[in-house]
């Protein structure tokens, strides 16, 4: 009797000693086993921000937003009927019959991937006789682009799958954190069949959704532009080109279009990465004559020419043992500086280079932001180059008086133009007008000026000699009848590879502002190596003239010249 008295009282010490051991001493260890097996915890999912582009009435576009598709998951070892299964899902969403039975015919495999990206009503109208067993649908949230390839090196895309896609290039990128939001969690208590228990604990932390982004972006003006260079790439091929459009007297970017371009649903068919890159900004050129206006501004500024202020023009200027010839190699004798804006005379911007000298030219350049980036608020932007003027050597700053031998971004170019259209006064170039986020707070980009480059006397000036250039240059086809046209062109020669002199391939710029007194917009054209057409006057003054007759109409914009 005894030792059975004995025999209890040993099992309840041990049992006890097991209840303070679990309990007790290592209570957190089993505490987290049973989290593991009886709790659920879940990461709840935040929506991306959409990205808007604007219209004139204040109206909003979706350039970027989220589509909920489904994806085709099958549990093959729940299906029982492999040949039927495969069959009709082959049949309904244009599968490979074998290539679904091989995987069906995984018998331990609890999940596996179909298809993704099925339209809902697809998969609705498959699912209204009855899911077949071992199949089903889950939801797919995707990034989506519903123009195409609209205004794609502004936006960028998604790249990446899943819970694990960022933003790649242009605004997804540069705004990644913003756009993404924050990821919300949810705990609780999940019974046997492994359901959550509604009356278990619970913690919940709801996700963030990311902030909608408005653009300054027109969109019926992107839509144009987009057309337009869509012709004009076609017909003078080349291997791409942009349409750059601003607004003068805010900085404001409207529209930017590029070729060849690429269609953000499926950047993946791209061979090339560099398409993916933003032009306007990521890449610098040797613009030409197009930069005739800025050495221009810079002698009158410095009262060392006036517009009516003439000098020979012998057609050629020596300089060591280099000659700088006009594009077409004809002198024109007596010519004024208006003259020499009209005809595109090299030998007229060389003589103001000389009569600035190379400090005063260098500084200028500066000035108008040739060297350095301009703020823009997208990424991956690159700062020109103007270093060949460190040296000192006087071939360089004469042809840098022309545009020849500095290279600069087409958005440098916009800015710089900009100065002038807006009487000496530059500003810096944006593209985000305002980010809302999840809770109604809204940040809201204003102007910024960044310096007076010129005085407005200056600038007026400049203006009037840029109207003459459309009327009475070989700028014509670029006016717009009923109105003050300011432009100049740029055929500048490409630079070979191995950066030894210059290729017979040639860039075509043009810049323009209208109405050229109280610019509401200013453009920027560019076409690389294009074919069959030697001048920028003949291939970028119609496709100018195009889009700014569109937007002096669809802004509604009355005649200034009467």
């Not at 599968?95 to 679904?100: A, H």
């Not at 090339?272 to 005739?292: C, M, Q, T």
């Not at 006087?394 to 020849?404: C, N, V």
């Not at 502002?513 to 003054?541: C, M, S, W």
Request: with cysteine; hydrophobic share 40%.
């Amino acid at each position: 009797m005894h030792y059975i008295l004995l025999f209890f009282l040993a099992a309840c010490l041990i049992l006890a000693g097991r209840l303070f051991q679990m309990s007790i001493v290592r209570h957190a260890q089993y505490a987290r086993l049973a989290s593991r097996q009886y709790g659920v915890s879940r990461a709840l999912s935040s929506e991306r921000g959409i990205i808007f582009a604007v219209d004139k009435q204040g109206g909003v576009v979706p350039l970027a937003l989220n589509k909920t598709y489904k994806s085709l998951i099958a549990s093959p070892r729940l299906i029982e009927d492999r040949e039927g299964t495969a069959a009709a899902v082959a049949e309904a969403f244009g599968l490979d019959r074998e290539e679904l039975l091989g995987k069906f015919s995984r018998n331990e495999d609890p999940y596996e991937v179909l298809a993704r990206r099925i339209e809902p009503e697809a998969a609705d109208a498959f699912a209204a006789g009855g899911l077949p067993v071992g199949i089903l649908f889950e939801d797919e949230a995707r990034r989506v682009y519903p123009h195409g390839r609209l205004a794609a090196n502004i936006l960028g895309f998604m790249g990446g799958a899943g819970e694990e896609a960022t933003g790649q290039y242009g605004l997804e990128r540069a705004l990644q954190d913003e756009l993404s939001g924050t990821k919300g969690m949810f705990q609780g208590v999940k019974d046997a069949s492994g359901f959550a228990i509604a009356l278990g604990r619970r913690i919940f932390h709801p996700p963030k959704n990311g902030s909608a982004v408005t653009l300054t972006i027109d969109y019926p003006i992107q839509q144009k532009s987009e057309e337009v260079l869509a012709r004009l790439h076609e017909k003078w091929g080349g291997t791409g080109g942009l349409i750059l459009v601003m607004e003068p007297a805010t900085g404001r970017i409207l529209a930017q279009a590029t070729a060849p371009g690429f269609d953000p649903n499926a950047y993946a068919k791209e061979k090339d990465f560099r398409v993916f890159l933003n032009p306007a900004i990521e890449a610098s050129y040797e613009f030409g004559s197009v930069l005739k206006p800025i050495t221009m501004a810079a002698g009158i500024e410095e009262k060392e020419v006036t517009p009516l202020s003439t000098y020979r023009d012998s057609g050629e200027v020596k300089i060591g043992g280099y000659t700088i010839r006009n594009f077409d190699g004809k002198a024109y004798e007596v010519q004024t500086m208006t003259n020499v804006l009209e005809k595109s005379l090299n030998t007229g911007l060389v003589h103001v280079a000389r009569l600035l000298g190379h400090e005063r030219q260098l500084a200028y350049l500066k000035k108008f932001g040739f060297g350095e980036k301009t703020g823009a608020d997208l990424p991956g932007e690159v700062a020109g180059n103007i270093s060949n003027l460190d040296a000192g050597r006087d071939i360089d700053f004469a042809t840098a008086s022309f545009g020849q031998g500095i290279a600069a971004t087409p958005l440098q170019l916009a800015v710089a133009m900009g100065a002038i259209a807006n009487d000496g006064v530059m500003m810096r170039p944006y593209v985000v007008e305002k980010i809302r986020d999840d809770s109604g707070n809204e940040v809201v980009r204003r102007p910024t000026a960044l310096r007076q480059v010129i005085t407005k006397e200056t600038a007026e000036a400049l203006q009037k000699m840029l109207i003459s250039a459309v009327r009475n240059g070989y700028e014509n086809r670029a006016g717009v009848k009923g109105y003050f046209v300011a432009g100049k062109t740029g055929t500048a020669q490409v630079p070979r590879r191995d950066n030894r002199g210059y290729s017979d391939a040639v860039t075509h710029t043009f810049a323009g502002f209208a109405p050229a007194f109280e610019p509401r917009f200013l453009i920027v054209l560019q076409l690389n190596e294009p074919r069959g057409n030697r001048f920028a006057a003949n291939t970028l003054t119609p496709p100018f003239h195009d889009l700014a007759e569109f937007i002096l109409n669809y802004y509604e914009i009355p005649p200034d010249e009467r």
